[in-house]
């Protein structure tokens, strides 16, 4: 449906997902971004719970990603919903910069 709906962009925490549910036609135009596991304990709505990837994971999944050729940039990532935390993005740019 994403390659038919134009959609170009897309989100993935584990190689399953990367390679697994994306057609290979979307794999060639589209751009992916792993989505970054986040410290969202002072949140309203915690995404941690359900999505992301260890940034010590997510290098493993950035060169698993380049063999088959996906566009993939990153990483992308989400501190949760009423997060009151100013530190929180930060952070996670922070350790990000480090892979």
Excluded: W
């Excluded at 989100?11 to 994306?22: A, R, V």
């Excluded at 994971?57 to 501190?79: C, D, S, T």
């Excluded at 009423?82 to 480090?98: L, M, N």
């Amino acid at each position: 449906y994403a390659a038919q709906a134009s959609i170009d962009i897309m989100t993935f925490d584990s190689l399953d997902e990367l390679i697994g549910s994306k057609p290979p036609k979307l794999s060639k135009m589209g751009y992916f971004f792993p989505d970054a596991l986040t410290d969202d304990s002072r949140s309203v709505l915690r995404l941690s719970t359900k999505f992301g990837v260890l940034l010590t994971r997510i290098l493993q999944l950035l060169f698993k990603a380049i063999e088959p050729k996906f566009g993939v940039n990153g990483p992308r990532f989400h501190v949760g919903g009423g997060c009151y935390d100013p530190h929180a993005c930060a952070d996670v740019v922070r350790r990000a910069i480090g892979l």
